[in-house]
């Protein structure tokens, strides 16, 4: 599969569904992350108020986004830290070399972060002779595979345990450990040996951030693994690399969505860590860094805000849409080429890439509605795809075939009796044609659809036959059936 | 997207993402009034809404506070007295076969038990170096809603400490227990006063459970990089009340 290549998005879904081990891999999601969800929601009755009330809040913050900026850098510095506004990824990966280069930086220990992602940290460092050393645990899998991140918040979610297994022999073999780990927790045990110096060796910890608070200039990570306090604690530098739509108004405010995010990410209660860092280290602290930065990313940011796509700066990168989601659940996160991916990657990426080059993205949602019934701030995730659709096709970036197509079934659409006509004649034909199976292999002009399943042959009548005839007998005073 | 480089003056990039903002926005940067009203929103920092399972009478949160921790696979062992703390971590030790060397937080409370009458322990006071194996400290408070623990870092709690070692040991007291997490903050905002506001401390930990992974196929591993295992020992300070 050819990775970060939104334009072959169709390319890469058969290439995916072919893929035995993605399969295992991603059915492994569905069985886990969405019954874990559910339970954890149910087990707190105040879940879906308190889901209101934080996207509320969200939106009090975007109406108010250079107040609560301006706020949480006033806070941030009185603490010692420093803000770097950065408009563009050019400009944050410069921010970072600039400060990675005070202190000669060899070696930079990274916590997750998805805007590092967005804006290739990674490679920009490795081109400046800094070597990132990723510590998250799916990070660490993906980096050693050299692939990008295929799940917000689970990044190696497409390996099978096997291919992690093969993976560390691999790149472990010359650190000494020869022996193939097939065990779980022999394997998280290697891995967690081999990063330990790394922490301390480090000369610069660079996290993410989940929520920035405006009142106490502080910026939170949420985390299970300890990797990112590690990072954010052993080196002499710690830098915050995150987005502006990240700050909320007050510590209260911030508990909002702490209660709202694990249960929506993994279906915790609480995840193990949740870290609430302020400046640099006191004059007094025994530990912590000597100096604390956060980078402020904007890349296409500040125009979302008051245009249609608003709502999407509401997310707070649960992954419940994706795991939710049945498209990206069939062919995992690379296949959408992008750093977002699943129905949340679907919206963003068109604002932060153009939907030229990411039209394929938003077509790949049946917008069945699940994610936006499982986000936790309410973003109404098939509406934004739709107008993402409308946008491409004006922009004339629709090929001509299915221009066409589309003009053909819009001719039908305003004739309802010839669409009638026509309903009626497709379904009789497509019956005839699927008499001796009750499906069809193959259909001309559909073979995109039918290459991957079967059509079952229609039965009975067209839906607008069957309409006719329940208002028929709901007039003679029937029921509903 | 706009171009910074485009003008005859380059704008800094807080001069163009706060414009981009303010221009998104139609409308230029807030008035005093408006300011005021927000900065008013901030200085009164409300709770949005606490889940009842973290109201309700102390005796129930402390209950409630062990049955969640226990979830979040942290052992706890109830004592009756500070006095019994380095006995119960001793015991602790034993009974898992773990080391008995053991890094205290350099904390006047935790230092002043009598950790000489464990003649098995060998303690020292500072932040956890890499060879450090098990770790005692106290915590600030504890949030029964999800068997939370709440930690700052200072000159009294290394951070190095919830962290570096393998095994991390929680010595709280049962008043420390409190329903939500907002209490947290508003006994910090307290003890950590400063003219109308607050100072934060460099960090706060809140800490539910031992370190964890699912990122090999979605089985749960504990000890990823922190802790592979969490002991609490309760301080039962409160006999007789409530
Ligand atoms: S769009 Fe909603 S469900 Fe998807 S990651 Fe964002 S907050 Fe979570």
């Known amino acids: ?481 | 997207m706009k171009d910074a480089k485009t003008g005859p003056v380059k704008k800094s990039g807080r001069e163009t993402i706060l414009g981009a903002i303010r221009q998104s926005l139609g409308r230029p940067a807030l008035s005093a009034d408006a300011r005021h009203e927000l900065d008013d929103h901030i200085a009164k920092h409300r709770a949005n809404l606490v889940p009842a399972r973290g109201k309700g009478e102390h005796a129930a949160q402390v209950e409630r506070f062990q049955e969640m921790a226990r979830a979040a696979a942290c052992t706890v062992e109830l004592v009756a007295s500070e006095a019994a703390v380095p006995g119960a971590v001793a015991d602790y030790l034993r009974a898992n076969n773990l080391p008995t060397r053991v890094t205290l937080a350099p904390d006047d409370w935790l230092g002043g038990l009598d950790w000489n009458s464990q003649s098995l322990l060998e303690t020292r006071q500072g932040a956890a170096g890499i060879n450090d194996l098990v770790s005692v400290t106290p915590a600030f408070a504890a949030v029964a809603e999800t068997g939370t623990l709440v930690a700052f870092s200072g000159k009294t709690h290394p951070t190095t400490l919830n962290f570096v070692p393998d095994y991390h040991v929680v010595a709280l007291r049962t008043s420390q227990v409190v329903g939500a997490y907002e209490e947290v903050w508003a006994r910090l905002r307290k003890v950590n006063k400063q003219g109308r506001g607050f100072t934060m401390p460099r960090t706060v930990n809140m800490i539910t459970g031992p370190s964890r992974t699912a990122d090999i196929a979605l089985t749960l591993e504990l000890g990823a990089h922190g802790p592979r295992s969490l002991h609490i020992v309760l301080i039962d300070d409160q006999a007789g009340q409530d």
């Open chain 1, 1 to 481: 599969m050819e990775f970060m290549n939104p334009g072959i998005f169709k390319e890469n879904a058969r290439a995916a569904l072919a893929d035995q081990d993605l399969r295992s891999a991603m059915a492994m999601l569905n069985a886990g992350m969405v019954p874990n969800r559910q339970a954890a929601v149910d087990r707190l009755p105040e879940f879906a108020q308190l889901s209101r009330r934080g996207r509320e809040l969200k939106d009090h913050v975007l109406g108010n986004l250079d107040f609560y900026l301006e706020c949480f850098e006033r806070n941030c510095k009185a603490a010692g830290g420093h803000v770097h506004w950065c408009t563009t990824p050019e400009d944050a990966q410069e921010a970072v070399l600039k400060i990675c280069r005070s202190v000669n930086a060899k070696t930079v220990t990274k916590g997750k972060s998805m805007i590092a992602e967005e804006i290739h940290l990674n490679e920009f460092l490795e081109k400046h002779n800094i070597e990132p050393v990723e510590t998250d645990l799916g990070e660490y899998i993906i980096q050693l595979a050299k692939e990008p991140p295929s799940h917000i918040i689970g990044p190696a979610i497409h390996k099978t345990k096997d291919q992690v297994s093969d993976l560390f022999l691999e790149h472990h073999a010359k650190l000494g450990r020869t022996e193939r780990q097939t065990d779980p927790q022999k394997m998280v045990n290697e891995a967690r040996e081999i990063l330990r110096q790394k922490y301390f060796d480090a000369d610069v910890g660079i996290t993410g951030a989940n929520y920035l608070i405006a009142e106490t200039g502080s910026s939170i990570i949420v985390t299970n693994e300890g990797n990112g306090d590690l990072t954010q604690t052993l080196p002499k530098i710690h830098i915050v690399v995150t987005s502006l739509e990240k700050v909320v108004p007050t510590l209260e405010d911030a508990t909002t969505f702490l209660r709202l995010l694990a249960r929506s990410a993994t279906g915790q209660e609480f995840s193990a860590y949740t870290t609430i860092s302020t400046g640099p280290r006191r004059p007094d602290d025994v530990d912590g860094p000597g100096e604390y930065h956060v980078i402020l990313l904007d890349n296409g940011r500040s125009t979302m805000l008051g245009s249609e796509v608003q709502d999407m700066l509401r997310c707070i990168r649960c992954g419940a849409c994706m795991n939710h989601c049945p498209v990206y659940q069939s062919v995992g996160g690379h296949t959408y080429g992008t750093v977002y991916v699943g129905p949340m990657g679907a919206v963003l990426s068109p604002a932060l890439l153009g939907v030229s080059d990411t039209r394929h993205l938003p077509c790949a949602s049946t917008l069945c509605g699940r994610c936006e019934e499982v986000c936790p701030v309410a973003i109404p995730l098939p509406r934004l795809l739709r107008q993402w659709r409308e946008r491409s096709f004006e922009a004339g970036d629709v090929p001509a075939l299915e221009r066409w197509g589309l003009s053909f079934w819009a001719f039908f659409a305003r004739r309802p009796w010839l669409y009638d006509l026509g309903a009626r004649l497709a379904v009789r034909g497509l019956r005839y044609l699927g008499r001796r199976q009750g499906r069809l292999r193959k259909l001309w002009f559909a073979g995109g659809w039918t290459d991957g399943r079967d059509l079952p042959a229609p039965e009975g009548q067209t839906f607008q036959e069957r309409w006719r005839r329940q208002q028929r007998v709901l007039r003679r005073g029937g029921g509903m059936r």
